[in-house]
């Protein structure tokens, strides 16, 4: 008999103990959950400071992009004025060649250089001249300044170029200022 009352208060106990939680079982959830609280409150951290880096890059970029245009713009013309240099520098030639001997062809000379030098140049930055006379009239490269009757050109066809008009690759940037033909003077005959 005595044997049964031990058996049953072990039994009380195993039950109690089993009802009751474990003393370790609290404190690793605790431990685990404020653990990952602390991960991710790190990772967080980290990634606020991956974003501020991201955005400062991003400003530092858009910066020296906007720097950089602005240095392009400003300096796009440094080519087109390099080779306009040297045909200023040959006219100041022709003008001292023409001082030192008034009566030489050398003026004459030294301009036509300059003219076809400044001319390629043009040519050379997709500048053209827009050929005028002869053409059909065309009023988005021809500027009328009036019309007169022609017996060398047709009617609508532009008869004189008094001031040449220019192309700056396909876009005019100047138009031509043209005499056009009406046709053949009819009042002749």
């Known amino acids: 008999m005595s044997t049964e009352p031990e058996n049953q208060n072990e039994s009380q106990a195993t039950?109690?103990?089993?009802?009751?939680?474990?003393?370790?079982?609290p404190d690793s959830s605790a431990n685990s959950a404020e653990v990952t609280v602390e991960n991710l409150q790190a990772q967080l951290a980290d990634a606020?400071?991956?974003?501020?880096?991201?955005?400062?890059d991003l400003e530092n970029f858009r910066r020296r992009?906007?720097?950089?245009?602005?240095?392009?713009?400003?300096?796009?013309s440094?080519?087109?004025?390099?080779?306009?240099?040297?045909?200023?520098?040959?006219?100041?030639?022709?003008?001292?060649?023409?001082?030192?001997?008034?009566n030489g062809d050398g003026l004459v000379e030294g301009v036509k250089l300059?003219?076809?030098?400044?001319?390629?140049?043009?040519?050379?930055?997709?500048?053209?001249?827009?050929?005028?006379?002869?053409?059909?009239?065309?009023?988005n490269l021809h500027q009328a300044i009036q019309m007169q009757p022609s017996?060398?050109?047709?009617?609508?066809?532009?008869?004189?170029?008094?001031?040449?008009?220019?192309q700056l690759h396909e876009r005019v940037i100047r138009p031509s200022q043209v005499?056009?033909?009406t046709g053949p003077d009819s009042t002749k005959n």
Request: charged share 25%; aromatic share 4%.
């Open 179 to 181: 005499f056009v033909s």
């Open 114 to 139: 300059v003219s076809q030098q400044i001319a390629a140049c043009l040519e050379n930055h997709g500048c053209k001249k827009i050929d005028a006379v002869g053409q059909p009239f065309d009023p």
């Open 15 to 25: 039950e109690a103990n089993a009802n009751q939680p474990s003393e370790s079982s």
């Open 151 to 166: 017996s060398e050109h047709a009617a609508n066809h532009v008869a004189a170029d008094l001031r040449p008009g220019f």
């Open 65 to 76: 992009n906007r720097r950089e245009m602005q240095d392009q713009m400003r300096y796009a």
């Open 78 to 102: 440094l080519t087109l004025m390099t080779e306009v240099l040297e045909s200023v520098d040959n006219l100041q030639r022709a003008i001292e060649s023409y001082e030192m001997e008034p």
């Open 48 to 56: 606020e400071k991956r974003v501020l880096l991201a955005h400062a």
